[in-house]
């Protein structure tokens, strides 16, 4: 069976005027973007959870108290930090976005603006959200091997402690990396003492 393959970021206008967001469509065909409109903001709550929204782009006329709530729901549904990039005609926008005034996710862009100014914008939101998902492959990554090694040294553990034998495991480096009780026993040194220290400083 074939795996679904994840839909680019997207970008969602909601109020923008039509002139504005076709000269835009035609700058943002090179990015690796989706980009969708909305006429209402209740519509946020039904873009599919497969594609991560990473901005809207809105028209100050369109942001009342349940578009902003419906941006905040989306935030919440697709666990992002989808930006908010205000189109404005007038200062005025800055009183009806005060709840919103400590976020650094909200830009006020004011019109008229050269709709290139807002792709380079878009695109440094596009290069924050490949690093972040870059960032969090690696922990993923981590989280993994961390495990791994969990597992490994349980296992160890098991092997080593049915051998009634003195075990020792050095690395590349003569470095000491595993001592049993038995060898402590037998060269009396406890594996405190000896672990993570070169085997040519201990006297066996």
């Known amino acids: ?3 679904h393959k994840k839909r680019p970021p997207l970008i ?37 959870g497969s594609s991560e929204v ?14 902003l709530n419906n941006l905040n729901k989306l935030r919440e549904k697709n666990q992002s930090d989808a930006s908010l990039i205000v189109l404005a005609d007038s200062s005025d926008i800055n009183n009806r976005l005060m709840e919103l005034s400590e976020s650094a ?5 004011y019109l008229p603006l050269p709709p290139i100014v807002l792709k380079n914008k878009l695109i440094n939101y596009l290069d924050l959200f490949e690093r972040r998902n870059e960032l969090s492959l690696a922990l993923k990554e981590l ?6 090694l969990a ?3 349980q296992k160890l553990k098991i092997l080593t402690s049915a051998v009634s034998e003195p075990i020792i495991f050095i690395d590349q480096d003569l470095m ?12 009396g040194y406890t594996k405190f003492e000896v672990v993570n220290e070169s085997l ?4 066996i």
């Open 1 to 3: 069976m074939s795996k």
């Open 12 to 48: 969602v206008s909601l109020g923008a005027k039509p002139d504005f967001l076709s000269n835009l469509q035609a700058h943002l065909n090179d990015l690796p973007l989706e980009h969708i409109q909305c006429s209402d903001s209740k519509k946020f709550l039904s873009i599919s």
């Open 54 to 67: 990473i901005a809207v782009v809105a028209g100050a006329d369109a942001l009342d108290t349940e578009a």
């Open 105 to 109: 996710l909200t830009d006020i862009l």
């Open 143 to 148: 989280e993994s091997n961390k495990r791994r």
């Open 151 to 153: 597992s490994d040294q």
């Open 176 to 187: 000491v990396r595993f001592w049993n009780s038995e060898a402590e026993s037998f060269f």
């Open 200 to 203: 040519s400083l201990i006297h």
